[in-house]
């Protein structure tokens, strides 16, 4: 959690484009409240995570709260892996959504080479706390590469073969929790969305965008999470973690 006060005050907060940095949500808001630190996810890092045919030796980061994971939601497509959520793409209206999204936080790999944004994003999907049926779980949203395009009205960088991407993504997220991770091929795929109170005064262009369509659950289904649910240990051994 961080008050929205703290996160406009910070020097990477200094960088978001006025629709996001003065959008009333922070006025309204005292607090920005991410789910993910209370069911075992927080901020994360590790290195030498996957290595791409591309580029080689990538470390995987997990964020979606506190500054880090505020700024990371925000400049997603600022850092190298392109899509309509560039701040120069009309789209790019939902990622305050994202940002302020209890249930949305972001997994990528990177290189660690420094862009005008910050650390480089080569390949990184959003990671959304979803209900299917009765239960949560973990859903990982199309994953977006780093390609040649530098046009942000062109679409041509989600990943051509993503079952690798995904895979490395779940392994991380299914060594952290004990809870079912899906991703848009899973089967026999229905889930929702929780919705977050903080939407009632928002348009529809300003929620979070699901890249696969997703729509939303009952509003007291993530009224009740935020209160209730709790980390489940993963049965599987978390791999070894370091810190930059």
């Known amino acids: 959690m961080i008050s929205s006060k703290n996160f406009l005050k910070s020097k990477t907060a200094q960088k978001l484009p006025p629709a996001i940095k003065?959008?009333?949500v922070f006025s309204t808001c005292?607090?920005?409240?991410?789910?993910?630190?209370?069911?075992?996810?927080?901020?994360?890092?590790?290195?030498?995570?996957?290595?791409?045919?591309?580029?080689?030796?990538?470390?995987?980061?997990?964020?979606?709260?506190?500054?880090?994971?505020?700024?990371?939601?925000?400049?997603?497509?600022m850092?190298?892996?392109?899509?309509?959520?560039?701040?120069?793409?009309?789209?790019?209206?939902?990622?305050?959504?994202?940002?302020?999204?209890?249930?949305?936080?972001?997994?990528?790999?990177?290189?660690?080479?420094?862009?005008?944004?910050?650390?480089?994003?080569?390949?990184?999907?959003?990671?959304?706390?979803?209900q299917k049926g009765d239960s949560p779980c973990l859903f990982i949203e199309r994953p977006y590469t780093k390609t040649d395009n530098t046009d942000p009205q062109v679409y041509n960088n989600k990943c051509v073969?993503?079952?690798?991407?995904?895979?490395?993504?779940k392994k991380y997220l299914s060594s952290k929790v004990g809870l079912e991770v899906r991703s848009p091929w899973s089967p026999y795929l229905r889930l929702q969305m929780p919705?977050?109170?903080?939407?009632?005064?928002?348009?529809?262009?300003?929620?979070?965008l699901s890249d696969f369509g997703l729509g939303y659950a009952h509003r007291t289904v993530g009224e009740t999470w935020l209160k209730e649910?709790?980390?489940?240990?993963?049965?599987?051994?978390?791999r070894p973690l370091t810190t930059p």
């Open 79 to 130: 850092r190298g892996a392109l899509s309509c959520m560039h701040w120069n793409n009309s789209h790019s209206t939902h990622l305050i959504g994202s940002v302020i999204d209890p249930f949305c936080g972001i997994i990528y790999l990177t290189d660690n080479k420094k862009t005008e944004y910050g650390r480089s994003i080569m390949k990184r999907s959003l990671v959304r706390l979803v």
């Open 161 to 169: 073969n993503p079952g690798e991407i995904v895979d490395v993504f």
């Open 195 to 208: 919705y977050s109170s903080l939407f009632d005064s928002m348009p529809s262009a300003e929620q979070s």
């Open 229 to 238: 649910l709790r980390h489940t240990p993963s049965p599987e051994a978390s």
């Open 22 to 24: 003065n959008h009333t």
């Open 30 to 77: 005292t607090n920005l409240v991410k789910i993910f630190p209370q069911i075992g996810l927080p901020n994360d890092y590790v290195r030498n995570a996957y290595i791409d045919p591309a580029f080689g030796k990538l470390d995987l980061v997990f964020s979606s709260d506190g500054v880090r994971g505020l700024w990371d939601l925000a400049s997603m497509s």
